[in-house]
């Protein structure tokens, strides 16, 4: 994919690792199309990026939002739609100290809806626009695969968040796959780690230079970006 021109796609972009992916894509020259659940924070935050930028509030539990989000998009660019970055997410509680036995099934529920649930519809509701060259990008991290204490369900949801991408990618043409970029100080992950913009380039990659076939129904992160670019 060539950045210069395409149309990008970020969900959850108004701060933390997707505000860093928007503006990076951003300064790479693609029109980029953010959402958010805050009005004012989408408006805002379409305003700073560089270049061309489209926002648009949308919450992405909601697919009559993502519909028209994704419809949005596609006529931003012209062509279709050239990435999508699922990067919308949500965490009730504190890293490491949210025991799964004393959750609410608010919390469960909501993390589902959100992290699983917003995957599906981001994606299914983007394949219509999708590109011929275009890719699919997931947000992920190490509890998905690796279950840690006092995260309670948002590993779980995280899980089924990669599992979401795998389906997609056993039916679409395009390549649909994981990013993990470790530890990232965010107001959801809380502080410690790097900084959202040290990450934002692996997304980039992924979605322009990453072989193809390593992407789909796959997980890459700092050691295959690091690898692949050094």
């Avoid at 739609?81 to 504190?94: K, P, R």
Wanted: charged fraction near 25%.
């Amino acid at each position: 994919m060539d950045t210069n021109g395409a149309t990008v796609v970020v969900t959850g972009a108004t701060r933390g690792i997707g505000r860093a992916v928007a503006e990076t894509f951003a300064e790479a020259g693609s029109h980029v199309v953010v959402c958010g659940r805050d009005g004012d924070a989408v408006e805002s935050t379409a305003d700073e990026l560089p270049g061309a930028a489209t926002g648009l509030r949308a919450d992405v539990r909601d697919e009559f939002d993502v519909e028209r989000l994704m419809e949005t998009a596609a006529k931003a660019g012209g062509d279709g739609i050239d990435c999508v970055v699922a990067n919308a997410g949500v965490y009730h509680g504190d890293p490491g100290d949210t025991p799964t036995h004393e959750e609410s099934y608010a919390a469960v529920d909501d993390h589902l809806r959100t992290n699983v649930r917003g995957v599906f519809a981001t994606l299914r509701e983007a394949v219509p626009h999708l590109a011929e060259g275009a890719r699919a990008l997931v947000t992920t991290g190490s509890v998905a695969r690796q279950a840690m204490p006092g995260i309670g369900s948002y590993g779980a949801s995280k899980a089924g968040a990669e599992g979401v991408a795998r389906a997609f990618a056993a039916d679409l043409e395009q390549p649909v796959g994981c990013v993990d970029p470790g530890q990232v100080a965010t107001d959801l992950s809380g502080p410690g780690g790097r900084d959202p913009e040290e990450v934002a380039e692996l997304f980039l990659w992924a979605a322009t230079e990453a072989d193809a076939d390593e992407l789909d129904g796959e997980v890459l992160g700092l050691r295959e970006w690091k690898t692949a670019t050094r």
